[in-house]
């Protein structure tokens, strides 16, 4: 299995920083894919950030220019600094993970706990 861990969230003011970090834990599993999704309180959970193998970088348009993606693909660890924050960045977190079995051709999907992000005006 793969076990996705977050950290970094917490309560900051409009304009301030917060780096989330999120470590995947496995043995058996080879990492495709690392994101960054968030929910906010009565909406749907939506893609934040994205980092593919090879350094591919992807960001919903919410977010370009204020939030970096980075990954450290030897320790499964992805990372996102997130800047100038706006009251419209609070939600959950979630750390989402896409991994190839190494008995399967077939992609698993895992998801961490999530880590509470909340930006004050």
């Known amino acids: 299995q793969v076990q996705p861990v977050e950290s970094g969230g917490g309560l900051v003011q409009a304009g301030g920083s917060l780096r989330l970090s999120c470590t995947a834990s496995t043995s058996t599993f080879s990492i495709n894919r690392m994101a960054w999704y968030r929910q906010a309180p009565g909406k749907q959970r939506e893609l934040v950030a994205v980092?593919?193998?090879?350094?591919?970088?992807n960001y919903a348009d919410s977010v370009k220019g204020r939030f970096t993606i980075s990954r450290d693909e030897a320790k499964n660890t992805v990372y996102l600094q997130m800047n100038n924050l706006k009251p419209e960045d609070t939600g959950v977190y979630y750390c989402n993970v896409i991994a190839l079995p190494m008995w399967s051709s077939h992609t698993r999907d895992f998801w961490g706990q999530g880590t509470q992000v909340t930006v004050s005006s």
């Open positions: 980092a593919s193998n090879g350094g591919n970088t």
